[in-house]
């Protein structure tokens, strides 16, 4: 088998959709010999800010001397970005070596009338690499809700985090903030620890902390009050927690928020014992890396690359065009989904822009770029639509002090990421 056999036999998955219940992967991670009972985990839900906490945690564990893995969704440039322990890939064999192993599992699983789907198959792949490896923690990312979720076949974690809960996904998870947070407790464990992202609406509190009190479990919410942000800037912010020094190298109030969370987790594990010091906390927050979210491919011009898709994300870059680049001529490519609420997205986004070009992904769900641009017209007078990537970056040619946003899609970021660095290179 090779590389791209493997990643076709993963993708064949993907005509199964989403099908909600445990069972499946159950079957799967007993067959494989319950590899998800071997690591400690980190469990971690949420609308927004999944990736940035899962990062923050990772790279902290793995400063801290521990053999650390990494699962995550989506992927932007590599399919094995999924997939990490102390900050690398799975490598190719070893992908092709877990695909033959699950596949041969998820046959007979098949025989007996079980359709095992791609996010199944690729969770119940990921325990079984990081107990092949010998992983001391995998951080583990939500796929989608959490009640439901392959990753929530584990037993009670080490602690959950459940980040900043938005209305995404409504068709799946309900219409309301207090429905999402329902399926986001599902991750809840019988005596575990939940660290919760401080800002939310009060349904999820009210939802989250009754979660907990049925199930016994210790709430803890980010005390705000031991953080003090020292400076910001578009590459990232200077920050003090309880009196020590620490560089994230991300911006926005958000992203202070998702540290105050990741690092109330930390706290959770060293209260368990974990030997996490203050310059492992040091090196791990400087070195974390997250890509397409709200990148710098390029500081003259500045280019700035974010695959947020949803109003969460609109809101959060729209905090960061407002505070950074107030009165700069900014253009925009963007390039969403059809199932997201883009016109949404676009009210948040749209107004700090001279000019968009729109772009369709190549996803099945993508919008295309003309039904794109017409909801555009709504906040911005000089839209055009592009027929590709390329043409998408000819047309938004930026130089000098001009600013370029690539933004509305983790599918964009991926297509275009390459195109946008090789034109702007230094």
């Not at 987790?265 to 203050?278: P, Q, S």
């Not at 969460?312 to 969403?336: F, N, P, Q």
């Not at 001009?402 to 230094?426: H, N, Q």
């Amino acid at each position: 088998m090779t590389y791209e056999e493997a990643l076709q036999k993963i993708n064949s998955r993907l005509l199964f959709g989403i099908k909600p219940g445990l069972e499946r992967i159950e079957a799967l991670c007993k067959k494989l010999g319950d590899p998800q009972k071997k690591p400690r985990f980190v469990h971690v839900a949420g609308t927004n800010g999944k990736g940035t906490t899962c990062t923050l945690i990772a790279s902290v564990l793995k400063a801290a001397g521990y053999r650390t893995g990494l699962y995550t969704s989506p992927y932007v440039l590599d399919f094995r970005e999924r997939f990490r322990i102390d900050g690398e890939m799975i490598p190719e064999a070893e992908l092709i070596e877990e695909v033959k192993r699950v596949s041969s599992v998820a046959d007979e699983l098949e025989a007996a009338g079980d359709t095992v789907t791609e996010f199944e198959f690729i969770t119940a792949l990921a325990f079984d690499w990081f107990a092949q490896r010998d992983c001391d923690f995998v951080v583990l990312e939500v796929g989608l809700g959490g009640r439901f979720d392959a990753t929530n076949v584990i037993d009670t974690p080490e602690a959950a985090a459940i980040a900043s809960i938005s209305l995404d996904h409504t068709a799946i998870l309900g219409d309301t903030y207090a429905k999402i947070a329902f399926e986001k407790a599902g991750i809840i464990k019988k005596g575990g620890d939940v660290v919760l992202y401080p800002v939310q609406d009060p349904s999820v509190f009210e939802t989250i902390e009754s979660a907990c009190n049925e199930r016994g479990a210790h709430l803890h919410i980010p005390d705000e009050k031991n953080m003090q942000v020292n400076g910001t800037a578009l590459a990232g912010t200077a920050l003090t927690w309880r009196g020590l020094p620490l560089t994230l190298p991300f911006t926005g109030a958000h992203q202070v928020h998702n540290a105050a969370t990741a690092l109330t987790v930390l706290d959770v594990l060293r209260e368990k014992h974990a030997n996490i010091t203050d310059e492992a906390l040091q090196k791990g927050f400087a070195s974390a890396y997250i890509p397409a979210r709200m990148e710098i491919l390029s500081q003259k011009p500045l280019v700035l690359l974010d695959g947020g898709h949803n109003p969460g994300c609109a809101s959060a870059l729209h905090e960061v065009l407002k505070t950074h680049l107030s009165g700069r001529h900014i253009t925009a490519i963007m390039g969403m989904m059809a199932d997201k609420d883009s016109m949404r997205y676009l009210e948040l986004t749209a107004p700090h822009f001279e000019r968009i070009i729109t772009v369709q992904p190549q996803n099945p769900r993508s919008l295309s770029a003309e039904a794109l641009a017409d909801e555009a017209k709504h906040f911005c007078k000089d839209v055009q639509p592009a027929q590709s990537m390329k043409d998408a970056i000819e047309k938004a040619t930026v130089s000098g002090d001009e600013v370029l946003v690539i933004c509305g899609s983790f599918f964009l970021a991926s297509e275009i990421r390459d195109l946008a660095i090789e034109k702007y290179k230094a």
